[in-house]
């Protein structure tokens, strides 16, 4: 099912190139640049998280993690078992270096000068400590919007066509795992999120 909102005329004045008119250009880049702000934040996000892991004092019980899984069966089309909620010390540590590292290689990576590593990383610790914004960024950064990044940079990047970009750029239900096209209000909800998240960005600059 295709999606309605972006033409294939749209998307290609969401891909930087010489030959656009200056404020497509611009949006081109705000598009590539709330992109790559998705997939490194996504990252620094998850290592944090496993941060704050093996610092804490509390453990989980086994008896805790199997009704974890249980209801996270009952919830989602992804199979759990009480393992996937027990984590040692170590497995913490690990995980944020690894993982940590990943957001280094991704900063590095994506560096031009409209990204900039310096104020990558201030982006997202500031990001990350502040709870009163970003509050569909945040926690859709590691599920919906790293799809939505992904399948516009690969477009950019000329890894997809048009009908896969279409597949990919959908919601995709923990419930049944169906895919479904966003619908007005969500995609509404998306592009105030990238906005806030450029924005905030180029005020660090």
């Not at 945040?138 to 279409?166: H, M, R």
């Not at 049944?176 to 209000?185: C, S």
């Amino acid at each position: 099912m295709h999606i309605r909102y972006f033409s294939e005329k749209t998307l290609r004045h969401l891909n930087p190139q010489q030959g656009l008119p200056e404020r497509y250009q611009r949006r081109a880049l705000d598009v590539t640049l709330a992109c790559k702000l998705t997939q490194t934040y996504g990252k620094y996000h998850l290592a944090m998280l496993h941060r704050e892991l093996f610092m804490s004092e509390e453990k989980t019980s086994y008896q805790q993690a199997e009704r974890m899984a249980a209801m996270m069966n009952q919830l989602t089309v992804i199979h759990s078992s009480p393992l996937d909620f027990l984590q040692t010390k170590e497995e913490s540590v690990n995980e944020c270096i690894d993982t940590y590292k990943e957001f280094k290689q991704l900063v590095e990576e994506y560096a031009d000068e409209h990204f900039v590593p310096s104020v990558v990383e201030e982006f997202c610790k500031k990001v990350y400590a502040d709870d009163e914004h970003f509050i569909f960024f945040k926690p859709f950064c590691n599920l919906y919007y790293s799809v939505y990044a992904d399948a516009l940079l690969w477009y950019q990047q000329g890894k997809i066509d048009y009908e896969t970009f279409c597949r990919e750029f959908q919601e995709l239900s923990w419930m049944d795992g169906k895919r479904t096209p966003l619908d007005g209000r969500r995609l509404r909800m998306y592009i105030a999120s990238m906005r806030e998240v450029v924005d905030f960005y180029k005020s660090l600059l």
